[in-house]
């Protein structure tokens, strides 16, 4: 991440309610260049956010200097388990890419959600995301169908995609025939240590594909993950950033502060922190 500075990190505003106003004050205040926002934010999602709304919310990004660097969707925890859920994953894909023509966002993030059991490396039990009563070869025939619709409604609208999933090995797989300047993998570190993982081991199996770096941290005990503040849990962000760091890794980093009590102050810790970061990356760089 050598040449990746402030401009590449933005924090995710959904967590700080449903005011956009504020939101992107706090993430102003707190020292980022740029806001993420879910398709489903409740103001995003509201049937009078139309074009005008939309083009007023900018105008409040740029009366703080910010962008719009990342919209973001998903199908919730049962990911592509069933053909509906696969369809409103693609919905609301398709809206996250208009919303990021109007806005002139950097890249959709989605989460297909979590891979069938059997393509789980050491893992012959059921899928990993519950899946009813489809077995894990439904899950991933219909996890590629949406694929193929979502690559295609991406290749349309001309916006770059990243696509996030706990298990990387898998994430990378499916990805490995689509990746492009276009396409390409989001490390999630939240959604990785959830399905017991290393976020920097994540970071090394998606080599080279990382198009956004969801930055989080929490810790995972018996089986559930507990979000904490950045740098106190096992998500360890200063080796993610070493191993981007070696893949020339651009950014953009987005911060999630979900599920912290104090999201406000949360942002501001985890901006400090990883500010404190690239700035000392930069200037080993410059001295190098």
């Not at 706090?26 to 993420?36: C, D, I, K, L």
């Not at 995301?129 to 193929?148: L, P, Q």
């Not at 993610?240 to 599920?259: K, Y």
Request: proline share 3%; hydrophobic share 40%; glycine share 12%.
């Amino acid at each position: 991440m050598e040449n990746r500075n402030r401009n590449n990190l933005s924090l995710h505003i959904d967590t700080l309610g449903d005011d956009l106003r504020h939101a992107v004050k706090v993430a102003a205040e707190s020292g980022y260049a740029g806001v993420a926002v879910g398709i489903s934010h409740p103001q995003l999602a509201a049937a009078d956010f139309g074009m005008t709304a939309r083009r007023h919310f900018m105008k409040i990004l740029q009366s703080r200097n910010l962008n719009l660097s990342a919209v973001r969707v998903g199908a919730g925890v049962m990911g592509c388990s069933d053909w509906n859920h696969a369809e409103r994953l693609i919905h609301q894909t398709q809206r996250a890419l208009q919303m990021a023509r109007d806005c002139r966002a950097g890249v959709v993030v989605i989460y297909l959600g979590e891979p069938p059991a059997g393509t789980i490396p050491g893992n012959t039990g059921r899928a990993a995301s519950k899946s009813g009563d489809h077995n894990g070869g439904d899950v991933e025939a219909i996890t590629r169908s949406v694929m193929d619709e979502i690559l295609a409604s991406g290749d349309r609208a001309g916006i770059k995609l990243a696509l996030s999933s706990g298990h990387a090995a898998w994430l990378a797989s499916i990805l490995k025939k689509h990746v492009s300047k276009a396409v390409g993998a989001a490390l999630d570190s939240a959604r990785v240590l959830a399905a017991g993982d290393s976020p920097p081991e994540a970071a090394v199996k998606l080599a080279g594909i990382i198009h956004t770096w969801i930055c989080a941290d929490a810790v995972r005990s018996g089986g559930a993950t507990q979000s904490v503040l950045l740098g106190s849990g096992q998500g360890d962000f200063r080796a993610v950033a070493d191993v981007l760091d070696e893949q020339d890794f651009s950014g953009p980093v987005v911060v999630d502060i979900r599920g912290l009590a104090d999201p406000s102050s949360a942002a501001g810790h985890a901006a400090r922190l990883l500010l404190e970061v690239m700035q000392r990356k930069s200037s080993s760089s410059q001295g190098g």
